[in-house]
Every structure is written in C-alpha cells, then in structure tokens.
C-alpha cells in the first residue's frame, strides 16, 4: 500500500508559478510511477503528467507542457509539479496518483492509489 499526501496549492496569478507536493507513506518494494491529473469543476479528470520510478521518463499532457515540470526527490519519497506561466485554465483540484508498475499511463484507471487532492486557483 502506498498513501499519497499532496500539498502546496492556493492561489496563483496568471503568469505567475506554484509548486505542488506529492510525499508517499513509503517507498513500495517494486517500482511504481507516478503522475499527477486535475479536476475542475463540472469537467471530468483529466492527466497533466507523470514520471517513472527512476526519473528516466517523463510524459506530460499538451495543454501544460513547456510551462509545467514533474520531478522526483527519491530521499524524500516526494514528487513535485512545478507550474510555471499559470493560466485560469489550470484552476482545479490537483491529484497525485500511483501504480504499482514503472509504465507510464495518461489513463486515472490505471493508477491504483491516489492522494486526497489539493485545490489551484488561478486568477486572471
């Protein structure tokens, strides 16, 4: 089992940077990736990025890449989203996600342990 704790969110300005947290309960004897996905209101979730056990890949969706980073600090156990060139569109409640595999999935279904979620708000 694997519990995902997210922080760092709030409010930002459009233009402006926020960075998110990601810290798991520990680290699973098998490698897993992770990945972080967004949920505004009235839409469905949807995937922003996502990193592999090691670092090696990274995959990011195309409406926030360029403008956002997905790294991990394995002495931490802590995976970060930094944000940069906010938009209003990226206010939502963001999700860190986990599964028990190193393949990366843009996909929420495929991941099987998932944080409680942090609210962005990005105004104009």
């Known amino acids: 089992q694997v519990q995902l704790v997210e922080s760092g969110g709030g409010l930002g300005q459009a233009g402006g940077s926020l960075r998110l947290s990601c810290a798991a309960s520990?680290?699973?004897?098998?490698?897993?990736?992770t990945a972080w996905f967004r949920q505004a209101p009235g839409k469905e979730r949807e995937f922003v990025a996502a990193?592999?056990?090691?670092?090696?890949?990274?995959y990011y969706a195309d409406s926030v890449k360029g403008r956002f980073t997905i790294s991990r600090d394995d002495a931490s156990n802590t995976v970060s989203l930094r944000m940069n060139s906010l938009k209003p569109e990226d206010t939502a409640v963001y999700y860190c996600?986990?599964?028990?595999?190193?393949?990366?999935?843009?996909?929420?279904?495929?991941?099987?342990?998932w944080g409680q979620g942090t609210q962005v708000t990005v105004s104009s």
């Open positions: 990193i592999s056990w090691n670092s090696a890949y990274t």
């Open positions: 996600a986990a599964r028990g595999t190193n393949r990366l999935s843009s996909y929420s279904t495929d991941y099987a342990y």
């Open positions: 520990a680290r699973s004897s098998g490698t897993y990736a």
